[in-house]
């Protein structure tokens, strides 16, 4: 938890940076969330014409060599140009400079990243030259970049940070708990400022494989990839794969205000459970994930009448939608009727360990405009899953607290309470 009454360092959101299915920086991505748009293409990057399903969320359009110096290109897996190009615009976005800054500044600064897949496309790449060939196309980093480690070490070196440098792999809640590690490190007076968010890009034929052989990708969708994506509807039959990076710039909310930055929102809460069930499935109750909610919501010194709007994990999986209404009826009780809810899966795919971090741009999003981003595909909704998920169509609404929930793989449940500033 923050411990926010134990704790009286506050902690806000100054900065933010995007790379994502739906377009590169933060506002082609609230742009695009506001019309509803989807980023589902097919598979452009490698061959699926064998494989069942052949659609995904990609981040098109952009630029992969630009992010990187020449000799690292054939060294890092994808989620590097990702990371760092959504860490530049979140520094950028909030007005902090690392080249200016001198050591002891630099040292104040570090970095918590959140990632599901880390190096593993890269990691399956390396295989196929070394068993497969060419044998020289091989990196000799094969093994430090396919530890997830490395991702939050090549920022760090990219913008010579010397604080911690640390990752957070809890499959799709990643960057959820990457984002309050990072916050309470500000909290407890650690660290200053902090590089945080999640970057995921599961995108390769052998995990695209893995995958299908849980059976949790939809292949019903193949020739209308826009409308494969469909949480809380009668007919939805499946995860799309998606991937991206969101960053953020967190800081100290007295040194963020003495400086005159921009604050997007202030983190107040926290909490994670586990089921403690199964490998891949939810407890069929939503206790433990209702109780993740409700100890964010405690953590924050906030009830289920205080919340404005909550972004949802909406996976378009019969189970985890189905369970994740029960377990927002156990934690908001009679307010879960009356509490505007929305799914960004819907419009770009499951980015995996990215997912908080892109539920938070969501949650932003509807702060910062005054309109709620819509659950798209919902054209007839589930009979059990009967709350509101604004579907289809975006709505005006003033937000001023926001609940981001996050269901991973191990049965982990994460959910973060924001306030407007």
Excluded at 121 to 133: K, S
Excluded at 345 to 373: D, F
Aim: with cysteine; aromatic share 6%.
């Amino acid at each position: 938890m923050l411990g926010r009454l134990k704790r009286p360092r506050r902690v806000v959101i100054t900065g933010m940076g995007c790379v994502t299915p739906l377009g590169i920086g933060r506002e082609a991505f609230w742009d695009a969330l506001v019309r509803g748009s989807s980023g589902v293409r097919r598979i452009e990057s490698f061959d699926v014409s064998d494989s069942p399903v052949k659609i995904a969320a990609q981040v098109r359009d952009f630029d992969w060599e630009a992010e990187l110096n020449p000799k690292d290109r054939k060294h890092v897996a994808r989620t590097v140009p990702l990371a760092l190009r959504a860490a530049r615009e979140a520094l950028a976005d909030a007005q902090i400079h690392p080249s200016d800054l001198s050591l002891e500044e630099r040292r104040e600064i570090g970095v918590v990243l959140g990632t599901g897949g880390g190096g593993l496309a890269f990691t399956e790449a390396q295989y196929e030259y070394w068993y497969i060939g060419p044998r020289h196309k091989a990196s000799i980093y094969t093994i430090p970049t396919s530890t997830h480690g490395g991702l939050s070490s090549e920022l760090s070196m990219a913008f010579s940070l010397r604080g911690l440098s640390h990752i957070v792999s809890t499959g799709c809640t990643s960057s959820t708990d990457a984002i309050a590690y990072a916050a309470q490190h500000i909290a407890l007076g650690r660290q200053e400022v902090m590089i945080t968010g999640g970057v995921d890009a599961p995108l390769a034929p052998g995990i695209l494989a893995g995958f299908n052989l849980m059976t949790v990708l939809t292949n019903a969708w193949n020739e209308e990839p826009e409308r494969a994506s469909r949480p809380f509807s009668r007919d939805r039959s499946g995860i799309v794969l998606g991937e991206g990076a969101w960053v953020y710039i967190l800081e100290e909310r007295e040194r963020a205000m003495e400086r005159g930055a921009r604050i997007y929102a202030e983190i107040t809460g926290y909490g994670a459970t586990c089921d403690a069930y199964h490998r891949v499935r939810l407890e069929s109750t939503g206790e433990e994930p209702a109780r993740a909610m409700t100890l964010a919501l405690e953590d924050a010194g906030r009830t289920p009448d205080d919340v404005d709007y909550v972004n949802l994990h909406g996976t378009s999986t019969q189970l985890n939608d189905r369970i994740e209404t029960q377990a927002l009826k156990l934690a908001l009780g009679e307010r879960a009727h009356r509490t505007p809810m929305s799914a960004t899966k819907s419009q770009i795919g499951h980015p995996q360990g990215a997912s908080g971090a892109a539920g938070l741009g969501a949650a932003l999003c509807a702060m910062h405009t005054n309109i709620i981003p819509p659950t798209i595909n919902l054209d007839e909704p589930d009979p059990e899953c009967d709350l509101d998920y604004v579907p289809n169509q975006a709505r005006e609404a003033s937000v001023t607290v926001a609940l981001c929930n996050c269901i991973g793989f191990g049965s982990k449940n994460s959910a973060l309470v924001i306030e407007k500033p």
